[in-house]
């Protein structure tokens, strides 16, 4: 089955360091692909996404692109600051026939902490 | 416009218990998508309704069940509780057409963490 395995956390950084949190997957076809990110106490929020090889997702500052070739999705970001700390989620979404149906399958999440 | 709402907040119930938990998307999502979340397993699909039908569901076992109502609301019911069952449950809506793009984006609610005693 589908499955997505993210780094190995949790990462510290310091504010205005450079972010990478590797992202590879495992599926058949063209799943699209998500970054989610977990503030304490709430919901997931969607961070960006990209539905087909080579696309590039971004928002606030964060990117990562769809590499069908290596089968990855690392998020990066140039400069973090401490309000980027929270849990980041790496996940897909299969589409079938062309159809894409509300299943996401996670990796297992990485912590972030950033240090003034 | 309202975000996904779910209802309570906070549950605590003893094992052999029932207990429902309630999940309101977002005006005009049709597609209601429900989650488990534990420190060991991390996030796993329980399963996803789409105008008032189980259009897929994942692994886990029959006392974890579902519905979703007309006006797309969707509660999820767990019978006969386990300690393992303690979780953060998750609720999940999108407007479900089922392309590739807007139609398939999750928003997700703040989630129902149910500690089982």
């Known amino acids: 089955g589908d499955s997505v395995t993210q780094m190995e956390g949790p990462v510290t950084l310091s504010e205005e360091a450079f972010l990478t949190i590797n992202c590879t997957y495992t599926a058949t076809g063209y799943p699209s692909l998500f970054w989610y990110v977990q503030y304490p106490g709430e919901g997931l929020q969607l961070l960006l996404k990209a539905t087909k090889a080579d696309d590039k997702g971004s928002n606030k500052g964060f990117e990562a692109t769809y590499r069908k070739e290596t089968t990855s999705f690392h998020l990066e970001k140039g400069s973090v600051q401490v309000s980027d700390s929270a849990v980041y989620f790496c996940a897909l979404s299969q589409k079938i026939g062309g159809t894409s149906y509300g299943k996401l399958t996670f990796g297992q999440g990485t912590i972030l902490t950033v240090h003034p | 416009k309202a975000g996904v709402t779910q209802t309570p907040r906070y549950l605590i119930k003893t094992r052999g218990q029932q207990v429902t938990l309630s999940c309101s998307p977002i005006s005009g999502h049709r597609s209601v998508s429900w989650y488990q979340q534990t420190p060991g397993q991390g996030l796993q699909f329980l399963f996803e309704?789409?105008?008032?039908?189980?259009?897929n569901k994942g692994n886990f076992p029959g006392r974890f069940s579902g519905r979703q109502f007309s006006n797309s609301r969707s509660e999820m019911n767990v019978s006969t509780l386990e300690l393992g069952d303690s979780a953060l449950y998750l609720c999940a809506s999108s407007l479900g057409r089922g392309t590739a793009g807007a139609d398939n984006i999750q928003y997700f609610g703040a989630g129902t963490r149910l500690s089982v005693l």
């Open positions: 309704y789409f105008s008032e039908t189980q259009r």
